[in-house]
Nanobody
Framework: VQLQASGGGLVQAGGSLLLSCEASGFTPDYYNIAWFRQAPGKEREFVSCISSSGSATVVVDSVKGRFTISRDNAKNTVYLQLNSLKPEDTAVYYC???????????????????WGQGTLVTVSS
């Protein structure tokens, strides 16, 4: 099982990035996927998640209206579109697979068993 996160980079405040999480070694259609982030000196925090079918999503309030999660199971990939980026969005972004099937994805990191290596997003002011 592997999750490969990519798409991070350096962007000015107000800019956009598209993060991708490519899954391999399992059938993503059966698993919820989430994005978490960890800023320097801070704890990891939940950002967004999407159910296995893509029909249900959850977004943390701090990014609501700016970040959008989606998935393409035919491509084994989950995306996180980051718009209107702020310096406080600077962090390493990780994707993760929820351990077992739930109809609605979880914001609890303890429910996730496999994690990608992370991709760094840096937003300059």
């Amino acid at each position: 099982v592997q999750l490969q996160a990519s798409g991070g980079g350096l962007v000015q405040a107000g800019g956009s990035l598209l993060l991708s999480c490519e899954a391999s070694g399992f059938t993503p259609d059966y698993y919820n996927i989430a994005w978490f982030r960890q800023a320097p000196g801070k704890e990891r925090e939940f950002v967004s998640c999407i159910s296995s079918s893509g029909s249900a999503t959850v977004v943390v309030d701090s990014v609501k209206g700016r970040f959008t999660i989606s998935r393409d199971n035919a491509k084994n990939t989950v995306y996180l579109q980051l718009n209107s980026l702020k310096p406080e969005d600077t962090a390493v972004y990780y994707c993760a697979r929820e351990r077992r099937f739930r109809p609605f994805c979880s914001n609890n990191s303890g429910h996730y068993d496999y994690w990608g290596q992370g991709t760094l997003v840096t937003v300059s002011s």
